[in-house]
Nanobody, 114 residues
Framework: QVQLVESGGGLVQPGGSLRLSCVAS????????MSWYRQAPGKEREWVAVISADGGSKNLADSVKGRFTISRDNAKNAVNLQMNSLKPEDTAVYYC???????WGQGTQVTVSS
C-alpha cells in the first residue's frame, strides 16, 4: 500500500521557519524524484521544489529560491522542505509527490500570519 505522509506544518509568524517532512512507504523511494507542491485557498496547486532520486540535483520555484531548501534521506524514505523567512503568501497546504508514478500525500497546512 502506497503512502506518503507529510508532517511539520503549523502556524508561524512572518519571518519564521518550518521544516516539513514526507515519509514514503509501499514503493521504491530511492529511485524516484520527489517534489513538493502547494495549494493556497482559491488558487491552483503549484510546484515548489524537486529533488532527484540520488539527491544530487535540486530545483526550486523562483518564489521560494533563497528561502526554501529541499533535501532527502533515502535510508529513511524521507524528503524534507526547510522553509525560512516565511511570508504570508506562503500560506497553503503543502503536498509531497513521487514523480513519474504520481503518488501524492494528503498534505499539511502551513499558515504564516501574525
Amino acid at each position: 500500500q502506497v503512502q506518503l505522509v507529510e508532517s511539520g506544518g503549523g502556524l508561524v509568524q512572518p519571518g519564521g521557519s518550518l521544516r516539513l517532512s514526507c515519509v514514503a512507504s509501499g514503493f521504491t523511494f530511492s529511485n524516484k524524484a520527489m517534489s513538493w507542491y502547494r495549494q493556497a485557498p482559491g488558487k491552483e496547486r503549484e510546484w515548489v521544489a524537486v529533488i532527484s532520486a540520488d539527491g544530487g540535483s535540486k530545483n526550486l520555484a523562483d518564489s521560494v529560491k533563497g528561502r526554501f531548501t529541499i533535501s532527502r534521506d533515502n535510508a529513511k524514505n524521507a524528503v524534507n522542505l526547510q522553509m525560512n523567512s516565511l511570508k504570508p503568501e506562503d500560506t497553503a497546504v503543502y503536498y509531497c509527490k513521487a514523480e513519474v508514478v504520481n503518488y501524492w500525500g494528503q498534505g499539511t497546512q502551513v499558515t504564516v500570519s501574525s
